[in-house]
């Protein structure tokens, strides 16, 4: 084969992962949507008003039989989101694994969630079971369909590209969410203008995030391409083990996962750190929109052009850390991002009541790390996987992601319902990422890295 043949051959096949590339930027296009108009802005307030409308004299629901304050309804059904997808992504991560065949896991989570989120248009009145029901649905939908998503980038970028390709896909759904968050801001300030009332225009921007996501989802499902698993000498071992796990609930499927991950103990105690600080960073993202309303007083315009600041400086700071990975490394770049989040997350306890200029500050220093902390963790992990184990090690990385992250709703909703306070519950939080600095600092990544049988990269 001639020298002109090679690199022909060389430069299709990196055209053609550069396609793969932009279509898998394209599905964080798609579902940030969610993320970011339905979990962060509207929803919390939302289904907190629904749940205080049907709450008794003493401000309690009875969901099942069972007494929770109105005021902690939206971080349980979070925190009970999380366990259904605890118990689905290690049976689809195994699955896909094992088949090879991602593509069709991926379209049947992806527009299961955008069904339940377009659903949300009929959730009025007194109908807080209802919206709990399409929330647990929706983010343990969007659970699955990103560990799916999430597992695509070791295959699609080589290693001295991951940091970048994470950090773009990151900053394609960033910018996604603000562009609908300017459209779901003009939508909600001027709804009179339209003909609708405060809660139908509510109510039209949480359907309009799920029918954004299923439509956008169309472009990774048509450009990513399924690869079959490759035989290893593990091939037996790995056989025998799937064909027990195939019949597995998600629990079983999990300790068959981590059994498989004891040989890599490294990854493992990333692993372990990175599930401890994301679940303050989710917590956050998640109940930071009922903070401002319920305990700091601010409207919902206030709250949406705060989200959309996170969102416009989040996309600078997905690509910024990015570059700073670049000479820093990602795991310093991760450590001072994780610093940040302590400083901002201590300052937001002692915000004054009223004043939307303060939430606004907190807002920005929010926004400059958050998209670079998560960009970047994934693309670390994507390092730490062992080849042929994707999507069964990154449903693990999406249980950590969204799928372990029930302790910080939880907690955040029993402080609440025992001291009544907010900003107990806010305060309370900085906890994860004190623990989460000091394990990831353990955690000798370039030594883990060889030890899962990848590549080290120069810098990491």
């Not at 689809?92 to 065949?101: E, P």
């Not at 799916?148 to 970028?157: D, E, G, K, V």
């Not at 206030?302 to 990015?322: E, F, S």
């Not at 000479?327 to 001072?336: D, E, S, V």
Request: net charge positive; with cysteine; aromatic share 10%.
């Amino acid at each position: 084969m001639g020298t002109g043949t090679v690199r022909t051959e060389a430069a299709d096949e990196a055209a053609e992962r550069r396609r793969e590339q932009r279509g898998w930027y394209f599905y964080d296009w798609a579902c940030s949507v969610y993320s970011t108009s339905v979990l962060t802005v509207f929803l919390g307030p939302y289904l907190t008003s629904v749940a205080e409308s049907a709450a008794d004299t003493d401000g309690f629901v009875h969901p099942l039989g069972i007494p929770v304050r109105a005021g902690s309804f939206f971080a349980y059904s979070v925190s009970l989101s999380v366990i259904v997808a605890v118990l689905l992504m290690p049976l689809v991560g195994a699955a896909a694994d094992r088949t090879g065949r991602k593509k069709p896991l991926l379209a049947a989570a992806a527009y299961t969630g955008a069904a339940a989120t377009t659903a949300m248009f009929f959730l009025d009145g007194d109908r807080y079971l209802l919206g709990g029901v399409l929330l647990i649905v929706a983010n343990a939908a969007q659970s699955v369909a990103m560990m799916l998503y999430n597992s695509y980038l070791p295959q699609i970028a080589p290693p001295e590209e991951r940091d970048a390709v994470s950090s773009r896909g990151w900053a394609f759904g960033y910018a996604a969410g603000s562009l609908v968050l300017v459209a779901n801001l003009v939508l909600y300030t001027a709804h009179d203008s339209f003909g609708l009332s405060e809660s139908a225009a509510v109510r039209v921007c949480l359907a309009s995030a799920g029918l954004w996501w299923g439509a956008f989802a169309l472009v990774p499902l048509r450009r990513l391409r399924d690869r079959r698993r490759s035989v290893t000498t593990d091939a037996k071992e790995d056989a025998k083990e799937e064909a027990r796990a195939s019949t597995a609930l998600g629990f079983r499927q999990l300790a068959a996962t981590v059994r498989d991950m004891r040989r890599h103990p490294l990854t493992l105690a990333f692993l372990l750190a990175y599930l401890i600080y994301n679940d303050g960073i989710q917590t956050v993202i998640s109940q930071a929109s009922i903070y401002g309303s319920e305990e700091l007083g601010l409207g919902q315009s206030t709250l949406i052009g705060a989200v959309l600041l996170v969102q416009v400086l989040a996309v600078a700071g997905a690509l910024g850390m990015g570059r700073l990975a670049r000479t820093y490394g990602a795991k310093r770049t991760i450590l001072g991002s994780l610093v940040a989040w302590t400083v901002t997350l201590g300052a937001g306890y002692f915000l004054p009541a009223g004043a939307p200029m303060w939430f606004f500050v907190l807002a920005a220093g929010i926004g400059l790390v958050l998209g670079g902390s998560q960009a970047l963790s994934r693309s670390l992990f994507s390092h730490l996987v062992p080849p042929g184990k994707e999507a069964e090690y990154f449903s693990a990385y999406e249980m950590s992601d969204r799928g372990m992250s029930w302790l910080g709703p939880l907690l955040f909703g029993i402080t609440y319902q025992v001291t009544g306070s907010y900003r107990d519950a806010i305060i309370s939080l900085v906890a994860f990422f004190v623990i989460g600095f000091v394990l990831l600092a353990r955690v000798p990544v370039r030594r883990a890295i060889g030890a899962a049988g990848n590549p080290v990269p120069e810098r990491i």
